[in-house]
């Protein structure tokens, strides 16, 4: 989703996070930087978000104005003060910090120019809570022999446990998360940054796919009467579908994959059902993404398990399949070509 070539880092600020304030430390003036570890710096901040596809959006129950990061951050496009903006960001962070599971750590802001997202080159601003360290070796050698060997504790970029990277775009700022051990609690996305999935093609792609697999295992079976050879049939031609096309369109796929007119209402009205459910909608038409794709396609399982101990895995076509009964009992007929 970003490309991160071209980028660099032109300002950071650290500061140290306490829950119980007992060691907090607020920086007094900009973390200095040496220029030469500028572009090791920039990949330990940005490598982490260069696989992350799901971009979010600032949101607020009543005003849009009233979400707290969203209002620091816009001053910050204006008054372009790092060290300020840090502290008023370690300060609503500080406000919403009330669970006692929270953990300690260090708070580093980073401003990125040049980040590239959908061919546009833009200003970001990154925000992380690095709760963990690891401890690595140094080794120091002179001309001679091995002088030292030292044990440092230090932060690579699988440390870092919450992060945010704040694009600004035009318009409203696009928003990637990282938050990592999240089981105990959920105040970096839903308190702190505030922030719920955008509506774009990735959205949308993974949306109607759970929407289908859901319709087709769940849904289909309680309306027809499906063998479970044909509900996976299904399934491989849904994934054939997205695998093929660029673009989604509802009656298409409707048509092609589903085919029969009754089980065609019977989706659309499902559609309508699913979009209440999860409180989301989902487009008639859009782009596919093939990143959702690939992460989806995964969750279609298509294998019939049998008894406890037999299972039959239908990634092809389905006519190589019988289902039938006899006096022995029910039974499936596999038919093949060759053997591996």
């Not at 306490?18 to 900009?30: P, T, V």
């Not at 109607?208 to 479970?228: D, H, R």
């Not at 054939?240 to 085919?259: G, L, P, R, Y």
């Not at 190589?320 to 070509?337: F, L, M």
Request: glycine fraction near 2%.
């Amino acid at each position: 989703m970003i490309d991160i070539t071209d980028a660099y880092i032109s300002d950071v600020v650290c500061h140290r996070f306490c829950l119980d304030n007992s060691r907090d430390i607020m920086s007094r003036q900009k973390t200095t930087t040496d220029n030469s570890d500028n572009d090791i710096l920039k990949n330990i901040l940005l490598e982490a978000f260069i696989s992350v596809n799901v971009t979010y959006e600032f949101v607020h129950d009543i005003d849009i104005d009233l979400n707290v990061l969203r209002k620091i951050v816009k001053k910050y496009q204006n008054e372009e003060d790092l060290l300020h903006t840090s502290k008023d960001i370690y300060q609503h962070l500080k406000a919403i910090a009330t669970h006692p599971k929270i953990k300690d750590g260090d708070l580093v802001f980073a401003k990125f120019e040049d980040v590239q997202i959908k061919n546009t080159y833009c200003e970001a601003l990154g925000i992380y809570k690095i709760e963990q360290t690891e401890y690595f070796l140094e080794v120091d050698i002179n001309d001679e022999n091995v002088s030292s060997l030292k044990i440092l504790s230090g932060i690579l970029s699988k440390n870092i446990d919450k992060a945010c990277l704040i694009v600004f775009t035009k318009g409203e700022p696009c928003v990637f998360v990282i938050d990592k051990n999240n089981k105990d609690t959920q105040y970096w996305i839903d308190d702190f940054l505030h922030v719920r999935q955008r509506k774009d093609e990735y959205a949308n792609t993974e949306n109607v796919m759970a929407m289908a697999k859901q319709f087709i295992t769940k849904e289909l079976p309680k309306e027809f009467e499906v063998p479970k050879a044909d509900q996976i049939d299904l399934l491989n031609r849904s994934l054939q579908f997205f695998k093929e096309k660029d673009s989604f369109d509802m009656e298409e796929f409707a048509n092609e994959v589903i085919e029969q007119p009754e089980v065609i209402e019977s989706f659309k009205n499902y559609k309508k059902s699913y979009e209440e459910e999860h409180a989301t909608e989902i487009d008639d038409s859009f782009t596919i993404s093939q990143h959702a794709f690939k992460k989806q396609q995964r969750s279609y399982k298509r294998i019939i398990r049998l008894d406890k101990k037999i299972q039959i895995i239908i990634d092809g076509n389905r006519d190589h399949i019988e289902q039938g009964e006899d006096e022995r009992g029910k039974y499936y007929k596999v038919y093949y070509s060759t053997e591996e």
